[in-house]
């Protein structure tokens, strides 16, 4: 990965599209976004979308933002107005056995590597969120918060969000008991109780220690005493018990 072009500056105050404007005033196009959805989770699909948008009126997607940032049915309604804009789009899917034979993040580089290189589109130019990615044949620049601040990110979140939501939605009509279709297979209390009572469904991801405890595969979590539990924080996918590993934490 590499910087953007000597001379380029990209103003606070540009707007979501201000670095799709900055790389073409250097004549470089077209310019991928790429990002995922689901490397928290502990159970379902590794998804990754890409996405090149216009450049121009055509590209500006009515509503576009981090879709962590969107409702659902705002993140719908930007999908579609991002397939039906975006000069070339692609979507991978990485099984949760996948994500379990590679590790996280070796699984995560390797979903946006592929999601690039379906692009019919060959890009000039990959913009990613947050670290770089090797191997994807082109320039290209990590964007701190690239999905905030990066149009071609943002739709690239929004294409693998949606998707990847999609697809736990289907898992939980096969397996109702963990209610994927509500915390699509991130760590919450009701995701927490469903794996202590019935274990770990076959789309669960075993690389989880909160997964492996549940298998019997790992030793309980400490038992945390009142104070403990009064100052810790609602479970979450970041949420960290006071002693030993995250709930959620992947194990090596």
């Excluded at 879709?67 to 949760?96: F, M």
């Excluded at 915390?183 to 690389?207: C, F, N, Q, W």
């Excluded at 960290?240 to 194990?251: N, Y």
Aim: glycine share 10%; aromatic share 4%; proline share 8%.
């Amino acid at each position: 990965m590499s910087s953007l072009p000597r001379g380029s500056t990209v103003r606070r105050d540009a707007g979501l599209y201000g670095y799709e404007r900055a790389l073409r005033r250097h004549g470089i196009e077209p310019i991928a976004g790429v990002d995922e959805a689901g490397r928290g989770a502990c159970a379902g699909p590794l998804v990754a979308g890409a996405a090149i948008l216009p450049p121009g009126k055509a590209g500006i997607v009515p509503g576009l933002a981090d879709s962590k940032l969107l409702t659902e049915k705002a993140r719908e309604r930007c999908y579609d107005q991002v397939v039906k804009r975006a000069l070339s789009w692609s979507v991978v899917v990485l099984p949760h056995d996948e994500c379990d034979r590679l590790g996280m993040h070796v699984a995560n580089v390797e979903a946006l590597r592929r999601a690039v290189a379906l692009l019919d589109l060959p890009p000039a130019y990959v913009l990613t969120d947050g670290f770089p990615v090797d191997g994807l044949g082109v320039s290209g620049l990590a964007v701190w918060k690239g999905d905030r601040v990066a149009a071609c990110i943002a739709a690239a979140s929004v294409l693998a969000k949606v998707t990847r939501d999609r697809i736990m939605r289907d898992l939980d009509t096969d397996w109702p008991a963990y209610d994927f279709k509500t915390h699509k297979g991130y760590i919450t209390d009701v995701h927490t109780a469903a794996l202590l009572e019935h274990g770990p469904s076959p789309v669960h991801r075993m690389r989880f220690v909160n997964v492996r405890r549940a298998a019997g595969l790992e030793p309980p979590a400490p038992v945390q005493n009142d104070r403990e539990l009064a100052l810790s924080p609602s479970a979450g996918p970041s949420t960290r018990m006071s002693r030993g590993p995250s709930m959620g934490e992947e194990t090596r």
